[in-house]
């Protein structure tokens, strides 16, 4: 069945910009209308939708991360990514990739934890 | 932007009760459009219903979904062991293109 695991570093330091891949096991990001999703999570804010790429490689993000966003895929590795730019204290969060298929989220990876901090 | 709110923030019932778990849109959503996940912790959300009614793969029936317009309901028929935990709403189709409720905690009386 397939599978999503997130990888990158724990931390990352202000103003620096966070990385993060997502891989994608047991089947590939080229197959079917899927959106390869990245969603974040904090105790205070809840379920935040940071943006998708699809199977063409079109993405589309949240408005109010759009400007410090960018998500690509690597089609040879079976793998997508989050960029994440200028980061703050605010970014410390948990971060998941996950599968729109399309209009909701039916696989998620386990989360990864990253904290911003010098 | 669509705001999602879900109310009781939290539910505190017995193992064997019903559960009413309700997320209500700030502007009408497609039913095709709303989704619910169930969130133990330590883990990811797991999807439970989409296009508002529909049980995701294996999700045992006791789970239930309706609604319509801005007016959604989750419903567990008999509260299991393992059903204590959160749940979200979710929208799709209005930008941001997903936006989440802010969950409700159901909790063990």
């Known amino acids: 069945q397939v599978q999503l695991q997130e990888s990158g570093p724990g931390l990352v330091k202000p103003s620096e910009t966070l990385s993060l891949t997502c891989t994608v096991s047991?089947?590939?990001?080229?197959?079917?209308?899927?959106?390869w999703s990245w969603i974040r999570q904090s105790p205070g804010k809840g379920l935040e939708w940071i943006g998708y790429?699809?199977?063409?490689?079109?993405?589309d993000y949240n408005p109010t991360l759009k400007s410090r966003v960018t998500i690509s895929v690597d089609t040879s590795k079976n793998q997508f990514s989050l960029r994440l730019s200028s980061v703050t204290a605010a970014d410390t969060v948990v971060y998941y990739c996950?599968?729109?298929?399309?209009?909701?989220?039916?696989?998620w990876g386990q989360g990864t934890m990253v904290t911003v901090s010098s | 932007e669509i705001v999602l709110t879900q109310s009781p923030g939290t539910l505190s019932l017995s193992p064997g009760e019903r559960a009413t778990l309700s997320c209500r849109a700030s502007?009408?959503?497609?039913?095709?459009?709303l989704a619910w996940y169930q969130q133990r912790p330590g883990q990811a959300p797991r999807l439970l219903i989409y296009g508002a009614s529909s049980r995701a793969t294996g999700i045992p029936d006791r789970f239930s979904g309706s609604g319509s317009g801005t007016d959604f309901t989750l419903t567990i028929s008999r509260l299991e062991p393992e059903d204590f935990a959160v749940y979200y709403c979710q929208q799709y189709g209005n930008s941001p293109l997903f936006t989440f409720g802010p969950g409700t905690k159901v909790d063990i009386k």
């Open positions: 047991g089947g590939s990001v080229t197959t079917g209308s899927y959106y």
């Open positions: 996950a599968r729109a298929s399309p209009l909701a989220f039916d696989l």
């Open positions: 502007q009408s959503v497609s039913s095709s459009f």
């Open positions: 790429i699809d199977y063409s490689g079109r993405t």
